[in-house]
């Protein structure tokens, strides 16, 4: 892909993937959002409407479809875990051509799923750290004062990885590429599971959680801290209930804003995935293992 002009498509344009849509389109990219027929008709028609503290208020045209027609520079894969497969039949292995297909979903175990089904080279997993939410079908209000994406994939040609990173920082999204897939995803894991189980159980926001349960936080990430380094990810819990400290004590994760709506939960990317890893490397988690029957 080239720096300045490419394409890119973004399956699953919601908060994430809206997000990133309209800053690539506003930085000159062509942009194709795949999406169901009632959402690309209003994207097409009204563009995707941004509303943010760090990029300002704007609106930005792309077009849109109900699948890939054409081969892309890269495909934004932003769906949730509990829409991915079905959301996948919009991009057919052939159609994706020698495009880059980059995940941003939080969790694990996609990116096998991924490469069952496109080849290995073909996806690169990408963590993010924004708080971005669609308020409506092409309407995203953008919270967080920051926007970072760690692009990975040892198996990706690293000269295009670099090309698309250079077009997102270009774009306002700070990007990094990274050469260690599992650590990269496991960091993510190791502070979002811990946070995701027990804001959503207790239906509290963080500064509860982080005093008056306290002590059960602190196990749980030791517990995921322990599955984290068995799978190549970092092993160090103090940096993760460190960070929860940065949090405003309202602030709430995802998961359980989704509970709170009564949409379905990523609870099986998020804590069924840790569940799987540590039966894997033999580790106990029964702190996560009670969290994650009691949400099932
Ligand atoms: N939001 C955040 O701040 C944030 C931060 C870090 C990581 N993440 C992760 O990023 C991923 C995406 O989260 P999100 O918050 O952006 O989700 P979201 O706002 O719910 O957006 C998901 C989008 O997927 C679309 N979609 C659902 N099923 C589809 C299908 N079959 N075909 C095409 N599009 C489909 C939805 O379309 P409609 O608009 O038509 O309903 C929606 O626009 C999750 O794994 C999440 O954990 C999110």
Redesign the pocket.
């Known amino acids: 892909m080239t720096d300045h002009v490419s394409t890119v498509a973004v399956?699953?344009?919601?908060?994430?993937?809206?997000l990133l849509a309209a800053l690539l389109a506003r930085a000159g990219h062509r942009v194709v959002c795949?999406?169901?027929e009632?959402?690309a008709k209003t994207l097409r028609t009204d563009g995707i409407r941004v509303r943010s503290g760090q990029f300002g208020d704007f609106t930005a045209a792309v077009e849109a479809d109900t699948e890939l027609r054409e081969p892309v520079d890269a495909c934004l894969v932003?769906?949730?875990?509990t829409?991915l497969d079905?959301?996948l039949?919009?991009i057919a292995p052939a159609a994706l051509g020698d495009g880059l297909l980059i995940p941003?979903?939080?969790?694990v175990d996609h990116p096998a799923l991924l490469r069952a089904r496109y080849g290995a080279d073909r996806v690169a997993p990408a963590v993010?750290?924004?708080?971005?939410?669609?308020t409506a079908?092409?309407v995203v209000q953008h919270g967080?004062p920051f926007t970072e994406i760690d692009l990975t994939g040892a198996s990706a040609p690293r000269d295009r990885l670099d090309a698309l990173a250079r077009a997102l920082t270009a774009a306002g999204v700070s990007t990094r590429v990274l050469a260690d897939e599992a650590a990269a995803l496991w960091a993510k894991l190791l502070f979002l599971a811990p946070l995701a189980l027990m804001t959503t159980h207790y239906a509290e926001p963080i500064g509860e959680i982080r005093t008056r349960h306290r002590d059960e936080l602190a196990a749980l990430v030791a517990e995921t801290a322990a599955v984290s380094a068995a799978c190549g990810g970092p092993s160090d819990p103090a940096a993760a209930l460190a960070r929860y400290e940065t949090f405003p004590a309202q602030a709430k994760s995802?998961m359980q804003r989704d509970a709170e709506a009564g949409?379905a939960l990523?609870l099986d990317?998020i804590g069924g995935a840790l569940l799987r890893a540590a039966a894997r490397h033999d580790i106990p988690v029964p702190i996560a293992t009670r969290l994650v029957r009691a949400l099932s």
Request: a positive charge; hydrophobic letters at 30%.
């Open positions: 399956l699953g344009p919601g908060g994430v993937g809206g795949l999406a169901s009632d959402t932003t769906v949730k875990h829409a079905t959301a039949d919009r941003l979903l939080n969790g993010i750290r924004v708080e971005s939410t669609r079908p092409g967080s995802s949409r990523e990317a």
